[in-house]
């Protein structure tokens, strides 16, 4: 009997390895990430680009609720309310069969340099092993596609090219989602049905109340974008505040921000 491992089996096994060992790393006090943490999650390097001094007062004087963040929250879940609920090795066989298939916040994880990257994609389509479509859907009164939504989208797609996986034709999509239309479940299987049906190429299309935006995903963009990231979790310097008054106004951490309180 062969002890080939299946490519799904590979998969799987690298995953749950990679995750052990930093894990392992960080109990043993031998993480390299600021903070000792075990690795660094695509959505914070995606907030970095928004203000990485909030980034920093964020992890040292925890989360501070807002109804914003709430409304964000709730409106994820009901988005991905009709979403099945599946083991990860029966997902990843699903991935390199022949059939198309729709992962819904799938975690991912893979080594970029010396870290680990690590994120949650709200959804990703899949087919014989190839990554066709990434999803990174946003809330926002703003029709606008914000860099930052960029960078998290372009993340998750370095994390699943370090996964082994194939993103030759990966294209992302970015949809921005008016804050009201957040209790629409079937929203979510419209859009994608829109994105698939006009197939990969960049595009903008108006799907009911969405503004969604579809972008071709290029490696190099992504490593120039993590790499700068990366520099303040390797504690190469400190952390750059935005300086844009507007979002210091906005700010939840903005009491105790030195950055805020010399400006």
């Not at 964000?72 to 979403?83: I, Q, S």
Request: aromatic share 10%; charged share 25%; glycine share 4%.
């Amino acid at each position: 009997m062969s002890n080939m491992k299946k490519p799904y089996e590979r998969l799987l096994f690298e995953q749950e390895q990679l995750y052990q060992d930093a894990v392992t790393k960080q109990q043993q006090g031998e993480t390299n990430v600021r903070f000792g943490r075990p690795w660094v999650s695509a959505s914070r390097i995606a907030e970095q680009y928004y203000c990485e001094q909030k980034v920093e007062l964020h992890l040292q004087l925890g989360e501070i609720p807002t109804e914003e963040k709430q409304r964000g929250t709730d409106a994820h879940e009901e988005l991905t309310a009709e979403a099945i609920e599946t083991s990860r090795a029966e997902l990843f066989e699903r991935i390199y069969s022949d059939q198309v298939t729709v992962a819904q916040e799938m975690l991912v994880m893979s080594r970029f340099r010396d870290l680990v990257l690590l994120g949650q994609v709200d959804a990703v389509v899949f087919r014989k092993g190839q990554a066709l479509m990434l999803f990174e859907f946003k809330f926002s009164r703003s029709k606008i596609p914000y860099n930052g939504y960029h960078v998290q989208a372009k993340v998750y797609g370095k994390i699943l090219e370090g996964m082994g996986l194939d993103v030759s034709n990966l294209h992302y999509v970015i949809a921005v989602i008016p804050p009201a239309s957040r209790n629409e479940s079937t929203l979510f299987s419209i859009i994608v049905d829109a994105v698939l049906t006009n197939g990969p190429k960049e595009s903008r299309l108006n799907v009911g109340p969405a503004h969604v935006y579809v972008y071709p995903y290029r490696s190099h963009d992504a490593e120039r974008d993590i790499d700068w990231a990366l520099e303040y979790w390797r504690s190469n310097r400190e952390a750059i505040p935005t300086r844009n008054p507007n979002k210091c106004r906005s700010c939840e951490y903005r009491n105790s921000c030195e950055v805020k309180s010399r400006s």
